[in-house]
């Protein structure tokens, strides 16, 4: 919603000079990769959840000669972390430390963000209070 936001101010900025137009055409396409990479990454996480389930499965099941298999597995996880390492550079997208902790926390990560609406809430409703108390007594 917020990148929303901000191309609708440089597009009525665009047309004061012209030379902006270059410059959202460069983020359009810059957000147009990151989509992509992002999509890419999305892709690559659900392969490695499937490797995963078939490596758990093949060692709950442990045999003698299914030790090739264990290593196939193994380096088809190690190929898909590093393709989602070169992913990274392509993405542009910031999340908070405290997002990562809730999900590592088993955590929904809504929580987090039902909790900073409602401190934000709280604090504007605070600073409100401040701003009316100094204009009542101003006046």
């Known amino acids: 919603m917020q990148q929303a936001d901000s191309r609708s101010s ?7 000079t012209p030379n902006n137009n270059h410059v ?10 990151s989509k992509a ?9 659900n392969d490695i959840l499937q490797v995963l389930f078939e490596l758990s499965v093949v060692v709950f099941d442990f045999q003698p000669e299914g030790n090739q298999l264990v290593r196939n597995k ?3 996880i190690i190929e898909h972390y590093r393709k989602i390492d070169e992913l990274r550079k392509d993405i542009d997208t910031h999340i908070p430390e405290e997002v990562i ?11 987090f963000t039902q909790g900073f609406v409602e401190r934000t ?3 504007n409703q605070f600073t ?8 009542e007594y101003s006046s």
């Not at 990479?37 to 996480?45: D, F, K, Q, S």
């Not at 902790?101 to 929580?111: A, S």
């Not at 409100?128 to 204009?135: D, E, I, Q």
Request: glycine share 6%.
């Open 37 to 45: 990479a992002r999509l890419a990454l999305e892709g690559e996480i």
């Open 101 to 111: 902790n809730f999900v590592e926390h088993g955590k929904n990560p809504d929580l």
């Open 10 to 16: 440089s597009s009525s900025s665009a047309a004061a």
């Open 121 to 123: 809430a709280s604090e």
């Open 74 to 76: 193994i380096n088809t």
């Open 128 to 135: 409100y209070g401040k701003v009316k108390a100094v204009n």
């Open 24 to 33: 959202d055409s460069t983020q359009n396409n810059t957000s147009e990769a």
